[in-house]
């Protein structure tokens, strides 16, 4: 079972938007709508910031938004602010046996 | 207030056994699933186990059936992670989460970090 492939960096300028991509395939993402987003800053846990594919958690600005197409999620950050600055890891149910598969994870760099 | 509360920095010798810890509070404990997921330096996160507290059911990763051992103790609103015999690759951050039904984990615990060295 691999891990979902994200892109190992992405950046943007305030103001910009960025989206990172998470690829699974049909028997992860592509599968169910049990994807969720996390952010971690450094020495930080994670936080959840998109659930069910594209729900977000109270407290989440709405510049976060989160879509799915076939085996691929995505996630979407709008009106990039610095402290979104950060590691961004997407994740999957993958069924009964794996149970559940993150994402490489993806810096964010706010240029 | 959800909180889940973790037990310190543990430093061991591989071989040795470690059981850590994660307090849960400000919810039912016994309603929700907790994860483990282990965060090894510098890498990203990993999922390795569940456990449903209300019924001790237990799930693990393949890549981790067999290395931990996730446990629950419905009395004292406290899950746990154990190992019978530490290894020099288990050095990582471990991080316990409250997951809900369709896998996503919504409140974390501050994470414990476990060194084995020799």
């Known amino acids: 079972q691999s891990a979902l492939t994200q892109p190992r960096s992405v950046s943007g300028s305030p103001g910009q938007s960025v989206t990172i991509s998470c690829t699974g395939t049909?028997?992860?993402?592509?599968?169910?709508?049990?994807v969720s987003w996390y952010q971690q800053h450094p020495d930080k846990a994670p936080a959840l910031i998109i659930y069910?594919?594209?729900k977000r958690p109270s407290g989440v600005p709405d510049r976060f938004s989160g879509s799915k197409s076939g085996n691929t999620a995505s996630l979407t950050i709008s009106g990039l602010q610095a402290e979104d600055e950060a590691d961004y890891y997407c994740c999957s149910y993958a069924g009964s046996y794996t149970l559940v598969l993150f994402g490489g994870g993806t810096k964010l760099t706010v240029l | 207030e959800v909180q889940l509360v973790q037990s310190g920095a543990e430093v061991k010798k591989p071989g040795e056994s470690l059981k850590i810890s994660c307090k849960g509070s400000g919810y039912s404990f016994t309603n929700y699933w907790i994860a483990w997921v282990r965060q090894m330096p510098g890498k990203g996160l990993e999922w390795m186990g569940i456990i449903y507290p209300g019924e001790a059911e237990t799930r693990y990763s393949p890549s981790f059936q067999g290395q931990v051992t996730i446990s629950a103790d419905k009395s004292a609103t406290t899950a746990y992670l154990q190992w019978s015999s530490l290894k020099a690759s288990d050095t990582a951050i471990y991080y316990c989460a409250r997951t809900q039904s369709t896998w996503y984990a919504d409140y974390w615990g501050q994470g414990a970090q476990v060194i084995v060295s020799s």
């Open positions: 049909s028997s992860d993402v592509g599968g169910y709508n049990s």
């Open positions: 069910d594919v594209s």
